[in-house]
């Protein structure tokens, strides 16, 4: 019985926003900061070999995490169709494959650019990643649910790829693998128009009841974020579009902080060689 309520949607349409700022929020928030420290503690100045096997392993577990939770959605779909939750849908689906979401899209492209070493696009993947997994750290809405809280297989997914989307860009910044450089802004503009082209195709000629990126709705709507949380449709834009800016400023910063650090232990390494 607990392996078929673990393997389950049942739930995420409950209260999706009941746990947010309470407690269980703030575990998660904290448990993320812990694992983080522990894991760039331990890992970021290991040899070459240890940090790509590191890398490689939890870019495996995204991916078994994100169509391990698929593979729930269909086979619900398959047996109960909607009845579960709203999350469960056929095999010929869009979401079967990849997202129209920021965090979705980047929980597949990740591991791909790293792979595939798709230099170009490694500006705005990992930084994406960043924002992304951090925007749903803070505002958990529909990761954190149900009454009470039950843990399932579809919740684990979410909680720790959002963590692994931070994590792992930051880690590669930090062990010196990547440096995001200002001069390649262009591509992080570039990604972020097509990337909201491609969530409005989802949006409209995919599923119209969807709300990828919060495009067309206002989620913010009557909830405890300020400003946000009175804005009618559409006027919401003209907030979260500079917050996305205001992201990307946030993300170059803290990037250049830690590539500072990085650079300045490097020199130091060096220079305490016979």
Not at 25 to 34: D, G, Q, S
Not at 63 to 85: A, D, N, P, Q, R
């Amino acid at each position: 019985m607990f392996l078929i309520s673990f393997f389950s949607s049942s739930g995420m349409d409950d209260d999706p926003g009941r746990y947010l700022f309470h407690t269980e929020h703030f575990i998660y928030i904290v448990a993320c900061i812990l694992i983080f420290y522990f894991l760039m503690k331990v890992f970021v100045h290991a040899s070459k070999k240890t940090r790509k096997i590191l890398i490689n392993s939890l870019l495996v577990l995204m991916l078994v995490l994100k169509y391990g939770g698929e593979i729930i959605f269909v086979t619900e779909w398959m047996k109960y169709g909607s009845s579960v939750s709203t999350f469960s849908h056929p095999f010929l689906d869009f979401r079967t494959l990849i997202s129209f979401q920021l965090c979705g899209i980047n929980n597949v492209l990740l591991p791909i650019v790293y792979w595939f070493n798709l230099k170009k696009m490694k500006d705005f993947v990992y930084s994406t990643a960043i924002i992304g997994g951090l925007a749903v750290m803070l505002y958990p809405v529909g990761i954190l649910y149900g009454e009470p809280l039950v843990i399932t297989f579809v919740m684990l997914r979410s909680l720790i790829v959002h963590f692994l989307l931070v994590f792992i860009p930051i880690f590669l910044i930090a062990s010196g693998e990547f440096t995001l450089l200002k001069k390649n802004w262009i591509r992080n503009f570039i990604g972020a128009i097509l990337m909201t082209i491609w969530a409005l195709f989802g949006n409209i000629f995919i599923d119209p009841l969807a709300n990828n990126m919060y495009i067309m709705k206002n989620p913010f709507y009557g909830g405890p974020v300020p400003l946000l949380n009175i804005l009618p449709d559409g006027f919401h834009m003209f907030v979260l579009v500079p917050l996305v800016f205001l992201a990307f400023v946030i993300v170059y910063f803290i990037a250049g902080r830690i590539q500072l650090h990085r650079d300045k232990w490097l020199i130091t390494q060096k220079n305490a060689l016979p």
